[in-house]
């Protein structure tokens, strides 16, 4: 404020010339004599994060409690807090109000700790506490510790107008369960508890044990095999026909997931589909199969050959991707193929569970895009009429367990008939799966399912393979009168 009043005093005694040299002068002398102080730009965190202790130190005050513990006959714990849904929190919030939610958990966290606990952030959004050092402590306190953490948490967080449920699911370590007496191994092992109470939460507490080492070390090691599976093309599909119970013409094939082991040979899908969501890797396998059943059409297309859709089974991981129907337009464009040719599979307990409003977009936006949106597994779940029009779905695929000695059983036929009424009325298409024998596949025509599918149609094969198939098919048809009409 004073810089003005000199260069104008300058200038009315000594004149333009000392105006100047005040003026070019005066800010290095204040600069010089700390008048002018640098102004530090505010960090971007909520002030009690940017508190917070970091990983180095938490380790530190690990190191040196473990150090002195044969001396002092003192111990200590590490928990490790992970939140259930902090996927969701971004897909609906951004990662600006996942800081802020961040925030206010810390100050919950800390605010039911003793003054000696350290609370630490770490990379992922999780939090890492180490407890001050007492003489006595067991599986049990530390449980009760980890408890009044998530009671902490429970209250809904306000968030713009938004109220955001934040659960988080604790692992832990003793100090003396540790595989070694040094901080980053006692943290480690509260980071692996934590990894297998997240994939049993929400809300879930685990104690290390050495099993859930040897256990994650497997995982990891699958995970980077399956990493590789998917980069070496180990992974594709293979195709089941779905075909009219009204003319027998093939109305389209299912892309199903298979692996090649180049050891193993053929792995069933049932053992690794699970290790893939486990490894989160669900996204990654849904863009391989998409571009090989994309890839399929356009071969069939070029033969001369009559598949009028391909359907894909969409996971909930790859449902949660805000840019999904962009991503899956381009993907379309690219192949020069019409929306209509594919055919989404979502299962029937995400369409009843789900509240992720970014999954109902998604899925509103595939059918207004022109895809089908076929409801997989329907009776297995609890899907109700509202969540079917919710989503506008196309066809439901009456689950297998309806399907089986379905010829044979009357109170499998009641439930069936009246699966298929209500989706005639609803305006509803139907296909059956796990068609099995020509008894089940009579039944299903004469009830009036119009499509189905399963191993007594054919069972999944190679593409490759599914030229020869429909040639013999049509063949067939040729000479193989109609299975049946609806019954009156």
């Known amino acids: ?74 111990t200590t714990a590490c928990l490790v807090l992970q939140f259930d849904d902090s996927k969701r929190w971004i897909d609906q919030h951004g990662r600006a109000a996942q800081t802020e939610v961040l925030g206010r958990a810390a100050e919950r966290i800390c605010s039911v700790l003793r003054s000696g606990d350290v609370v630490a952030r770490l990379e992922g959004g999780g939090f890492a506490v180490a407890l001050a050092a007492v003489r006595r402590l067991d599986i049990e306190t530390v449980v009760q510790v980890a408890a009044r953490l998530q009671s902490a948490l429970s209250a809904p967080i306000s968030l713009n107008a938004t109220r955001i449920y934040a659960t988080c699911s604790i692992g832990f370590c003793l100090g003396q369960r540790a595989p070694e007496a040094t901080g980053a191994s006692l943290l480690n092992a509260a980071q692996i508890a934590a990894d297998d109470a997240l994939r049993h939460g929400p809300n879930a507490i685990r ?26 093309g180990q992974i594709k599909p293979h195709f089941q026909p ?35 969501e486990d490894a989160g890797l669900s996204e990654r396998l849904g863009e391989v199969i998409l571009y090989h059943a994309l890839t399929a059409l356009v071969r069939w297309d070029r033969a001369g050959l009559n598949v009028p859709t391909v359907a894909v089974n969409f996971s909930s991981a790859e449902l949660r991707n805000p840019r999904l129907a962009e991503k899956l337009k381009w993907e379309l464009d690219r192949f ?14 995400v369409v009843a569970q789900t509240d992720n409003d970014i999954i109902v977009a ?43 000695k379905l010829d044979e059983d009357r109170e499998q036929q009641k439930m069936v008939a009246a699966i298929l ?68």
Request: proline share 5%; aromatic share 6%; with cysteine.
């Open 207 to 232: 104690s290390y044990s050495i099993d859930m080492a040897a256990t994650r070390a497997d995982r990891d090691a699958l995970r980077e095999e399956l990493e590789e599976a998917l980069d070496e």
């Open 242 to 276: 779905q075909i009219s119970t009204h003319t027998g013409a093939i109305s389209g094939f299912e892309a199903l997931a298979r692996w090649y082991h180049p050891d193993k040979g053929l792995i069933p899908p049932a053992e690794f589909l699970p290790m893939i």
């Open 336 to 349: 020069n193929l019409a929306p209509k040719r594919l055919s989404i599979e979502v299962l029937e307990n």
């Open 1 to 74: 404020m004073f810089l003005p009043a000199l260069t104008l005093a300058a200038f009315w005694l000594g004149g333009e010339r000392e105006l100047i040299l005040m003026a070019l002068g005066a800010p290095l002398l204040f600069a010089i004599s700390g008048a002018v102080r640098r102004v530090d730009r505010p960090s971007p965190l909520p002030q009690v994060l940017d508190g917070l202790s970091l990983r180095a130190d938490i380790l530190a005050s690990v190191d040196s409690i473990l150090r002195e513990s044969h001396v002092s006959d003192r």
């Open 421 to 488: 009424s209500m989706a005639e009325r609803l305006g509803l298409e139907t296909l059956a799966e796990g068609v099995e024998t020509p008894g089940e596949h009579a039944m299903l025509a004469q009830l009036g399912c119009a499509d189905v599918q399963g191993f007594g149609i054919a069972r999944p094969m190679p593409v490759d393979e599914t030229m020869a198939w429909i040639d013999r098919h049509q063949a067939k048809l040729k000479t193989i009168p109609r299975i049946g009409s609806r019954a009156r």
């Open 362 to 404: 998604n899925i509103a936006a595939l059918a207004a895009l022109g895809c089908g949106i076929d409801l997989d597994d329907f009776g297995t779940g609890n899907a109700s009429i509202t969540s079917i029009r919710r989503f506008a779905v196309r066809r439901i695929k009456i689950d297998r367990s309806f399907v089986t």
